[in-house]
């Protein structure tokens, strides 16, 4: 008979009063065990409609354009230090820095799943002061690097059509870039994630295509070629700025179908495709053609692809990097305009911010405001776009770093779905070779950067206490934070 049965059968006697005490008698003596409590804040504003939630698919596409979108602007790291340098960096780099940042997202973002990603963490580590200025840090890294993708759009259309690459031509190019894909982002989550998958296939096949037929031209040599003067920090900021922002789509985990699996599974399939999108084109387009390392600028993977099988696959480059540069837009975007979402809910920033749209359930506060910022941003130098949001990236990601390493010895007990499988030895070797990389990055920043971060830096100090005051005086509605 089955146990099921047996319970629910009238021949089952209750126990005895005396087992009864005996039994309490001995569960007084065993330690009661607390889940661990919850540490997320109060969502202002939850997403109504399942339909809008990411999946795996859509959300591994939208970390590949958080971070890539393809090889397209790797070549400046020919140019600055050579073939060999060039192939070293791509096959080294991820191991020491995309490896390192995936595994603390996996971690965070599956045992923190809410809207706002590393601002949480900072917040729940070191209290609001860091999570806002983790915020200014991340968010204006986030916008600068988003307003160089207009520019590179109307960079690749003048190729085509000349008027769109200056003057007035150029204004009327980036506005209408910004305007229409902003709107995009405002139609939802997940029809910015498909479109992140059907735009992800089309930037990465001709490069797919280029590699194939580039096999039997291949000569080995031309790899160890070397640069006979290097920008070692052009070099460096193309690395970086090519293979950073991994951790960018946890400020949407809150939107995430079941973050705590989707989350690693999305980002070990996304380092895998972006690590092999840079390595296995620069391998092909280097190993196959008698070029010089001068002529790798940005944009030269298409005139390598003309010479490996003709014009017809140049201008699929071309056309595939027009599309690649839409993507990076929207899942730029897409992470800035949540990352409000989520300070509002930490009450770092006012409520509105948290507003949802009513048909879409998209947070169009945010992303009216940094559209507004990122088209404001659009028109200055590219080179002064990433070596600035590298800088403040590089901030960022210490005092990220540093807020994993806390929250392991401040809560232990945390639920964590995924757990880096390290102890706390290990765990810091871990984020120590990373962080300190990041110090060189800034450390080989030119002046003007350093001036323009600090500025900002000054400015994002100046918010937290004025939004401080507005709290303390009533003069605007907050979120307590609480969990």
């Known amino acids: 008979m089955s146990r099921e049965i047996q319970l629910g059968s009238p021949q089952t006697q209750p126990p005895s009063s005396s087992s009864r005490t005996n039994n309490d008698h001995e569960n007084e003596s065993l330690p009661i065990k ?108 986030g916008i600068i690097n988003s307003a160089a993708f207009p520019a590179l759009f109307a960079d690749y259309l003048s190729r085509v059509y000349s008027p769109a690459g200056s003057g007035s031509g150029q204004y009327i190019t980036v506005t209408l870039v910004n305007v229409i894909l902003s709107f995009l982002n405002y139609t939802g989550l997940s029809i910015v994630g498909w479109a992140a998958v059907v735009l992800g296939i089309a930037a990465l096949s001709p490069f797919i295509l280029m590699t194939g037929i580039a096999i039997p031209k291949i000569k080995p040599k031309r790899w160890l070629v070397q640069s006979e003067t290097k920008d070692w920090r052009l070099f460096f900021n193309t690395l970086f700025w090519n293979l950073n922002f991994w951790d960018s789509a946890s400020t949407m985990a809150g939107e995430v179908e079941k973050p705590g699996k989707t989350f690693p599974k999305a980002l070990v399939v996304a380092v895998v495709m972006t690590s092999l999108g840079y390595i296995l084109p620069l391998m092909a387009g280097i190993g196959a053609t008698d070029t010089s390392p001068n002529d790798w600028g940005n944009g030269f993977f298409a005139d390598a692809a003309g010479m490996i099988a003709g014009n017809w696959l140049k201008y699929w480059i071309e056309v595939g990097a027009v599309l690649s540069v839409i993507g990076l837009y929207e899942a730029n975007l897409s992470s800035c305009a949540f990352q409000l979402v989520g300070m509002a809910d930490l009450g770092l920033l006012p409520k509105f911010f948290a507003l949802r749209a009513p048909f879409f359930d998209t947070p169009w506060v945010g992303i009216l405001f940094s559209s507004v910022i990122t088209m404001s941003l659009s028109f200055l130098s590219f080179n002064t776009i990433v070596a600035s949001a590298n800088f403040l990236y590089s901030l960022g990601m210490i005092l990220e770093f540093s807020s994993f390493i806390w929250l392991r010895v401040k809560h232990p007990d945390l639920h964590r779905p995924y757990k880096v499988p390290l102890r706390l030895p290990g765990l810091i070797i871990m984020c120590f070779v990373p962080s300190a990389f990041l110090v060189f990055v800034m450390v080989i920043a030119s002046w003007k950067v350093f001036l323009i971060c600090i500025g900002f830096t000054v400015a994002g100090i100046a918010i937290y206490f004025l939004m401080k005051f507005c709290k303390a005086k009533g003069c605007l509605k907050f979120s307590t934070g609480d969990s």
């Open 34 to 141: 607390k889940p661990p409590k919850s540490i997320l804040p109060n969502p202002i504003s939850l997403s109504q409609a399942r339909t809008n939630k990411l999946t795996l698919v859509p959300l591994i596409f939208i970390i590949f354009f958080e971070v890539a979108g393809g090889p397209y602007g790797a070549e400046p790291a020919v140019s600055s230090a050579g073939p060999l340098f060039a192939l070293i960096g791509f096959l080294v780099f991820p191991f020491i820095w995309s490896m390192p940042e995936s595994l603390v997202t996996a971690e965070l973002a599956s045992a923190l799943p809410g809207n706002g990603g590393f601002v949480i963490w900072a917040e729940r580590a070191f209290g609001p002061f860091f999570g806002s200025l983790m915020g200014t840090w991340k968010y204006l890294s």
